[in-house]
């Protein structure tokens, strides 16, 4: 196959722990072709979309991991997949790749994730597709609202629908003197629509991120355990990540979230899950393989590139 990675700055990718690379280097260890490009590199001219991609051979050393071959430019239909992996923000300049890449999806080439579901699928709004799944859940830009869900549940968690690696992610209680200040600023005062969720004690034992590959669970969990003093399980905010088999109720979930996000387009998910609850879908650039796979000697990876294979016929 030939196999393009749309990626964040190369020399900004940490290869000890992430999942574009894992499936990089699983493919290229079987012989599939590689190549990268930015999301800049993405363009329409003369009735076509195009990208500047350059052929990428991994090296194997951890500093120096990867060397580049000479950029072409050629159509994203090309490939026999092109995997969007660059990482939130989700601004305007993502929104508009979405629409690049689904116009080439019309052309022949198959992108995955699917665009128009990378677009559709906000990963904090997309669990109330789920609702069975998850905590009480609100979501608003009002005040009122959020002080009548607060004082309605006691103890919740208030985020932003942009946010990603635990950032702006606030714990209210009744009794908190902040309550006022902290709704403010996440709303922007009434200008910007969050979300609001009962606060899952079984934090403590982790936020458990389940990856699926078309549809399908992994066999293990990627369970964030937050560092001491703090209630949010992500790594980018200090969480420890231990790799765990799935419960039951992990399964569950996954059995119910899986066909409907594959028959979406979305190869590659992954649940976010505290305790019984759903509480996040992401679908841009889910992580937890290589933890997964140093920690148990399973690869997810491995998974992704047995879809891709399938999914190209080959």
Sequence with gaps: MKLAFVLDPLDSIKTYKDSSYAMMEEAGRRGHELAVLH?????????????????????????????????????????????????????????????????????????????????????????????QLTVPTLVTRLESEIRAFLDTHGDIVLKPLDGMGGASVFRLHRQDPNIGVVIETLTHYGRRTVMAQRYILEISKGDKRILLVDGKAAPYALARIPKPGETRGNLAAGARGVAQPLSDRDREIAEAVGPTVAADGLVLVGLDVIGDYLTEINVTSPTGMREIQDQTGFSVAGMMIDALERLAGR
Excluded: C
């Design 39 to 131: 999301q800049e590199h993405i363009l329409f001219r003369e009735g076509r979309v195009l990208g500047r991609a350059a052929p990428i051979t991994l090296t194997g050393d951890k500093h120096a991991w990867y060397k580049l071959g000479e950029e072409t430019e050629l159509p994203l239909s090309a490939f026999d997949a092109v995997l969007m992996r660059k990482d939130p923000p989700f601004d305007m300049e993502y929104v508009y790749s979405t629409y690049l890449l689904e116009l080439a999806e019309t052309q022949g080439a198959r992108i995955v994730n699917r665009a128009r579901s990378l677009r559709d699928y906000n990963e904090k709004f997309s669990v109330t597709r789920f609702n």
